[in-house]
């Protein structure tokens, strides 16, 4: 028996391979499919079954593709209607891999067709669940993407009982492979493991210690940030269908010269600027939008952009495929190229950004200069500078109108990337005054500055 997790950090997103005498399986794929084609010929074993979870909102799955270029059968749940061949497993069905059997454990709650797949090891004892959204570490799926559809409070009690009738039975050294880490926005707070047991989530994982069906309900419900928009076009994608991705990156793949550039920025295209937030405070094309590879890139161009918008955009050369490719994961597919020879190829003005660093912000705190904290609600409550707004990054544009454009604003997140996401928004819709902080908030704790729990001034 072999078993692999292949985490990808900018989707906070595990797929899982699973082998036994030259027999695979891999469950939740990302879209494209090298990983698992090449995992499966460097160990020389034929790739079986594709098991499916759900049908993901936060990307698209690689299942159609990988079917394609292996044979390999798609596998859901019950209740999941696509627009492409499958096979639609009954609760309970077993599927044999090699030595091994997987049972389908129909599981509704994250969505209604959300499936969990046990793993029974060659001697038929209970070995892993591989538990997609249903389960995270220290959390469990949001039941509130199906747009109204069912409401959250039906979901969550189908989740309930899914849990209890079907999780929780499980022998406590069974282990758990969730389909998210953390970071992800398909549950409210998942724990920084990416694997744990059914006895430490039995202990710690408050939605597994609800005592009752009401309590588990609100629990679960409270504080659910709204999902991004393009949950629900990527859940739509996964059931109907895609052009393969291979296609997709060759299509969205082509040098701009910078008068050709120039020209898509006239006629109202997005620039989307993917360089570190350090390079790119130095210099970029005004009216840019910074959303650097180095972080959860995918998760905030699908947060931040409108999937059907058109985009152009600027990368440090050597990236631009990668750029294109991440892009696809999440449906982002109206890429109309990139600018060729990256921004030193770029000979008209420049905008960029003030950085100081901690300890300068009390004097210009005391000029004026007003603090906005772009974090999430829960990184605010543990602590944050007395005095700040806190406006996440998530639903900034809302925020945007209610704000002097004129006014100074100190701009920060935890570490600087999420600052410099939010100043080029803010500069892209005609902010002036914008000074980031360098280093994020972990920096600004040891700069003396005041810091407290007080929630009052939450925006």
Known sequence: MYIEQLYTNCLAEAAYYIESEGEAAVIDPIRETEPYTDLAQKRGAKIKYIFETHFH???????????????????????????????????????????LKIKALHTPGHTPESTCYLLFAKDGKEHAVFTGDTLFVGDVGRPDLLDGKISREELASMLYDSLNKKIKTLADE??????????????????????????????????????????????????????PSYFFEDARINKTGYDPVDEVVKRNLQALTAGQFAEAVKNGLLILDT???????????PGSINIGLNGQFAVWVGTLIDIHQQIIIVTDEGKEHETVLRLARVGFENVSGYLQGGIKSWKSNLDSVRTIQPHEMKAEMSRGGKVIDVRKPSEWNVAHVKGATLLPLADLAKHLLHLDKSSPYLVHCGGGYRSMVAISLMKKNGFTHLTNIYGGFGAMQNAGLEITTDNEVLA
Not at 75 to 81: C, D, K, T, V
Not at 182 to 209: D, H, L, R, W
């Open 57 to 99: 909102a936060d990307f698209v799955s690689g299942h159609i593709d990988l079917a394609k270029k292996t044979g390999a059968q798609i596998i859901y749940g019950p209740m999941a209607e696509t627009s492409y061949k499958t096979h639609n497993a009954t609760d309970g069905e077993i599927f044999t891999l090699g030595q």
């Open 174 to 227: 069974v282990i758990v492979y969730p389909g998210h880490g953390p970071g992800s926005a398909c549950g409210k707070n998942i724990g920084k493991e990416t694997y744990s047991t059914i006895g430490e989530q039995k202990k710690f994982n408050y939605a597994m210690k609800a005592t009752s069906r009401d309590q588990f309900v609100k629990e679960v419900t409270d504080g659910i940030l709204p999902p």
């Open 275 to 285: 360089r570190s937030a350090d390079d790119f405070e130095k210099g970029f094309i």
